[in-house]
């Protein structure tokens, strides 16, 4: 684990978010479309609670495609259902057996990462739902846990109540989990440059690492998301855009995958306009991990 660009032999294995729609074999197929060296999954219908088991059919028709192409499906996304800090007790309840399924479905799927969004506090404060992150967590791994899977918490532009927009509060989710060897953290560009992190230079780049070793320390970096942002740094908003369309710029995301700390990390595209907006956005991210390889 952390070591998928080793798997690839892609530094850094680029990818991006596709659909399962019809099998989870589809994310495999809309990966060669767009020319991946990874992808990040849903693992069954993103607004139910619970999805039926894969069909024997399903799985082998998936690893025969993931063996064949090459693929490599590294992070199953949650469902948008889950709030492991709700402090609704039946939702939290759902949540947490909705989260130990994905946890499972990862550990079929051989996926090693799955990740979520920490949570929402929904008005009954920060500290009380950083607390329920770390509790929920613990019993979700207590449930289905692994030493073949990670949990990862993405970090979040903080819009509303949601929890995880500063590495603190992150730090503080894995703390208060009693599981730290669990836990991973993944960089979503977008939403930290929207919760407030600089990221649009080198210097700026530096120094949100710098600040991310010290309170949560790089070794718990496991991959990023990359988005170009809709809104300006600090908005608290979180809308992608195509990379360099945005207001974090080429400039920000030319010095990411230039960054030697970071770059053997797997980058994943979560950007609007479908297979198409893919497959260009793969090709402009690949001349800037050409001009790596050449240096
Ligand atoms: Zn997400
Ligand atoms: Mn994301
Ligand atoms: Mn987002």
């Known amino acids: 684990m952390g070591e998928i660009g080793k798997i690839t032999g892609k530094r850094p294995p680029l990818g991006a978010h596709t659909s399962i729609a019809g099998g989870v074999f589809t994310a495999i197929r809309q990966g060669v479309e767009?020319?991946?060296?990874?992808?990040?999954?849903?693992?069954?219908n993103q607004r139910q609670?619970?999805?039926?088991?894969?069909?024997e059919e399903e799985l082998e028709t998936y690893?025969?495609?993931?063996?064949?192409?090459?693929?490599?499906?590294?992070?199953?996304?949650?469902?948008?259902?889950?709030?492991?800090?709700?402090?609704?007790?039946?939702?939290?309840e759902k949540s947490i057996q909705a989260f130990a399924d994905e946890l499972q479905r990862g550990i079929t799927l051989k996926i090693p990462y799955v990740l979520t969004h920490p949570g929402s506090h929904l008005g009954e404060g920060e500290s009380f739902g950083i607390k329920?992150?770390?509790?929920?967590?613990?019993?979700?791994?207590?449930?289905a846990g692994d030493d073949n899977i990670m949990i990862i918490l993405e970090t979040t532009a903080g819009q509303g109540t949601n929890l995880g927009y500063t590495f603190e509060q992150i730090r503080d989710m894995i703390d208060s989990s009693g599981i730290e060897p669990h836990?991973?953290?993944?960089?979503?560009?977008?939403?930290?440059?929207a919760a407030g992190y600089d990221i649009r230079s080198k210097e700026a780049w530096e120094q949100t690492l710098d600040r991310f070793d010290e309170v949560?320390?790089?070794?718990?970096?496991?991959?990023?998301?990359?988005?170009?942002?809709?809104?300006?740094?600090?908005?608290?908003?979180?809308?992608?855009?195509?990379i360099g369309e945005g207001f974090i710029g080429k400039e920000g995301f030319e010095t990411l995958l230039n960054n030697?700390?970071?770059?053997?990390?797997?980058?994943?595209?979560?950007?609007?306009?479908?297979?198409?907006?893919?497959?260009?956005?793969?090709?402009?991210?690949?001349?800037?991990?050409?001009?790596?390889?050449?240096?």
């Open 216 to 242: 949560i320390g790089l070794s718990k970096l496991k991959l990023f998301h990359l988005n170009d942002s809709r809104h300006e740094l600090g908005s608290r908003k979180d809308r992608h855009a195509r």
């Open 63 to 92: 690893f025969k495609e993931r063996e064949e192409t090459g693929i490599h499906p590294v992070v199953i996304h949650d469902s948008y259902l889950i709030n492991l800090a709700s402090p609704k007790k039946d939702i939290l």
């Open 34 to 44: 767009i020319e991946a060296d990874v992808v990040q999954i849903f693992s069954k």
């Open 49 to 55: 609670w619970l999805g039926k088991p894969y069909s």
């Open 260 to 295: 030697s700390r970071v770059n053997h990390l797997p980058m994943i595209l979560e950007i609007p306009g479908g297979l198409e907006a893919y497959r260009e956005d793969l090709i402009l991210l690949r001349t800037f991990r050409n001009a790596i390889d050449k240096s």
């Open 183 to 193: 836990v991973g953290v993944c960089i979503d560009t977008c939403h930290i440059f």
């Open 132 to 143: 329920q992150i770390g509790e929920s967590l613990k019993q979700c791994w207590e449930m």
